[in-house]
């Protein structure tokens, strides 16, 4: 076998030409041309479609492709036109019932065809570039149907009209609608929107104008975006049934356009009812709507967030600015933070917590807190009522919050500077009187200011924390020395380093012989174990107990400031003694000693003081008695003293300038770190840099920067350029 050659086989053509019967084509054709005709008439389920296909194959194969071609073209069209004059001839509501049927019919017909001239389909169509039999019959369906003058005109009034019918309420077929819609997408994009979305979208357009200037007029706001939100909606929910998905962007632009975005600021002004009402009645529901509605159209958001800006800022500076509220500064902050939460829930609750509406709530806010000079006080004022008192009974977590709070305002001041100030004055008061409600909250607040600030803001409060702690050591030590003091007077002494705590000027006060000694014995064992110190006596801020024996031998325990006891203490020698011999005999200030002598005498429940004449103020010819009558359910009587809560003028001058002085080796510091770093720059980029690293802690005023930059050339720490006298070199 495998020597045998390999032989090549060849198949031939008949030698002689394959003849055709010439009629062949016109009898094969016939026989085609009847099948369309029993097809479009029902009559299919008689036809072999093996045979009819095998017809259609033949022809093409025999290049009489052409024929088959333009006689499926002809037949078709004769058979669409008889359609067409059915659906003009339809009346009233079955006018589209018609047309859909003749669609379906027609759709299942040309499935039919198609599978007939598949072979026709395949190799004559794509050769000779003609339109395929499926694309043929909608292409011929939309020219002889579709297109016909008495089709087109009336299918698409009749679609308007239906839209219209819905819209107003009445209930439409929406399957048959959904099927004519479906028609129009099926013969191809341009055909739906030429035939019917253009017109759709003008209709809807002027309809939506007619209907939001009726709706504008007779509604509040409110009414009015419940309406715009519910067409909204009406539109999406009607091209979900029955309109090609791409008409949404298209229609809810139209409505968006129509009822939002041509009324916005009407809406937005609107009296009694627009968008300041809605702030300040809390109407989360329709500011939400309004947040969604707005959003949707250009500018939109921008308008609200301008409107609600302007708002806060107005309603802000009003708060601050009020006489009344600055006489109770714990209520001003009260009223900052309820404004603040006020703000946060509407932005989280309405406005989906964006971001740009959360930015337009902080500047506002910086904006008018930093109007009023005394907020970094008040701020410090209010810490220091909660850190007193307000916070007893409060959870750890309730206090969190609160601090929390505190620390969102604080971080608003631009003179944080000026806040520690008043801060460290009041917490040395708190820890000094024990009175601070919890170590721990104190602590918490400064790690805060700390991770807010740094170190260098918090390094001074830490350190009275430490002296405290210290003290307690110190008075041990002292008791342990003095073993034969435990019998008389009890003195508790808190050593406070200069630097941490906030100066006070010494004031020498006459204290009573008893304890004067106490302290002359305190200060030879306190010096006698320090070297290098100095004591100075602060009798302004001490209290004392005091066992006091009334008329008619009702005895307490009076807790009282040190100035309160150095009065009292007259009295065990005097039955009377006048404001002048008072003064005189203690030298307390006389701005603290009227203090001192309203809460001795003209505190009603603690007026272990009687005072004559009777009368709310203290003046210089006022007498004083002690209260025979005095009486009080509680053993110990706690007499607080009548705080100036706020500073008065003068001391809120001297603070300032305090602050003042404090600002200056910061800003020189900061120049020179600067002008280390770049060698040389000119005035206006050197302003611009120090007030940026600053500001964390205070806003720089540009004169006080010039001037401490004149005093650093002064002292050759920078120089002037020769040829320009803006400019400044650093000097190593």
């Known amino acids: 076998m495998s ?64 024929k088959l071609y333009s006689g499926l073209v002809a037949t078709m069209t004769g058979h669409l036109k008889d359609i067409a004059q059915s659906v003009e001839a339809a009346q009233g509501g079955s006018f589209l019932e018609e047309l859909n049927r003749k669609w379906n019919d027609h759709n299942k017909a040309l499935q039919m065809i198609r599978d007939i001239l598949m072979y026709m389909d395949r190799t004559y169509i794509p050769s000779t570039q003609k339109t395929p039999v499926h694309e043929l019959g909608l292409n011929l369906w939309k020219e002889n149907v579709i297109y016909s003058s008495q089709i087109r005109t009336r299918l698409l009034n009749t679609l308007l009209e239906l839209v219209h019918s819905e819209r107003t309420a009445e209930v439409i077929d929406r399957g048959i609608m959904r099927n004519i819609t479906k028609m129009l997408m099926d013969l191809g994009p341009s055909v739906y929107g030429q035939e019917f979305e253009t017109h759709f979208l003008q209709v809807s357009a002027e309809f939506y104008r007619v209907e939001s200037q009726k709706f504008i007029e007779c509604c509040d706001c409110g009414d009015y975006l419940k309406k715009a939100e519910r067409r909204l909606n009406e539109e999406m929910e009607r091209v979900s049934h029955y309109l090609d998905s791409r008409t949404e962007k298209k229609i809810t632009n139209v409505v968006e356009k129509e009822m939002i975005e041509n009324h916005m600021l009407r809406l937005i002004h609107m009296e009694n009812s627009g968008l300041v009402h809605m702030l300040c009645d809390d109407k989360y529901e329709d500011l939400s709507r309004m947040y969604n509605l707005f959003r949707r159209v250009t500018d939109g958001l921008s308008k609200v967030r301008e409107v609600m800006t302007s708002h806060m800022r107005e309603s802000g500076k009003q708060l601050v600015t009020d006489p009344e509220r600055l006489k109770d500064p714990v209520e001003y902050v009260q009223r900052l933070l309820d404004e603040k939460d006020k703000y946060d829930k509407i932005i989280n609750l309405a406005f989906n917590n964006d971001k740009s509406f959360q930015n337009a709530l902080n500047s506002s806010f910086e904006y008018f807190i930093n109007l009023n000079a005394r907020s970094p006080e008040f701020i410090s004022l209010f810490v220091d009522d909660k850190l007193r008192k307000g916070l007893k ?340």
């Open 3 to 66: 020597n045998q050659k390999k032989r090549n086989f060849q198949i031939e053509a008949f030698k002689h030409r394959v003849v055709m019967d010439p009629k062949y084509a016109d009898k094969t054709w016939k026989i085609l041309e009847h099948a369309i005709h029993e097809i479009y008439n029902h009559n299919a389920s008689g036809l072999s479609f093996e045979e009819l296909y095998r017809n259609a194959y033949n022809m093409v194969l025999h290049k009489f492709g052409d």
């Open 393 to 732: 009974g409060v959870s750890e977590d309730d206090v969190e919050v609160t601090l929390d709070k505190v620390m969102m305002l604080f971080r608003y001041l631009q003179e944080k500077d000026v806040f520690e100030k008043y801060y460290k004055q009041h917490l040395a008061k708190r820890l000094l009187s024990g009175k601070t409600v919890s170590d721990d909250a104190e602590r918490s607040l400064i790690v805060k200011l700390k991770t807010e600030c740094g170190y260098q803001f918090t390094s001074k409060l830490e350190g009275m924390f430490t002296d405290m702690k210290t003290s307690q050591d110190t008075m041990q030590g002292f008791y342990g020395c003095h073993p034969e003091l435990s019998d008389g007077p009890t003195l508790t002494v808190q050593v406070l380093t200069t630097g941490s705590w906030p100066t006070q000027s010494s004031v020498t006060c006459n204290l009573p012989a008893e304890m004067s000694a106490l302290c002359e014995k305190f200060r030879s064992y306190y010096l006698g174990t320090h070297t290098g110190r100095r004591l100075s006596w602060q009798t302004n801020m001490g209290t004392a107990d005091l066992k006091a024996t009334f008329g008619k031998g009702q005895k307490h325990e009076l807790n009282v400031s040190t100035y309160q006891m150095c009065v009292l203490m007259l009295f065990n020698n005097a039955d009377r003694l006048s404001y002048k011999e008072i003064e005189q005999a203690t030298e307390i200030p006389a701005s603290d000693l009227k203090r001192c002598l309203q809460s001795l005498a003209l505190v009603k429940g603690r007026n272990v003081l009687r005072k004559e004449p009777m009368g709310k103020e203290i003046v210089e010819d006022d007498a004083f008695f002690v209260n025979d009558k005095f009486s009080s359910k509680l053993y110990k009587v706690k007499i607080g003293t009548v705080v100036a809560q706020k500073e008065s003028e003068p001391e809120k001058q001297e603070t300032r300038q305090r602050v003042e002085e404090d600002r200056k080796p910061q800003i020189e510091a900061a120049i020179v770190r600067i002008m280390k770093s770049r060698k040389q720059l000119d005035h206006n980029n050197l302003i611009a840099e120090v007030t940026k690293q600053l500001q964390s802690r205070f806003l720089a005023n540009p004169t006080e920067v010039k001037k401490r930059i004149e005093s650093l050339i002064e002292r050759d720490f920078l120089e002037r350029d020769d040829s320009d006298r803006r400019l400044y070199r650093y000097l190593a």
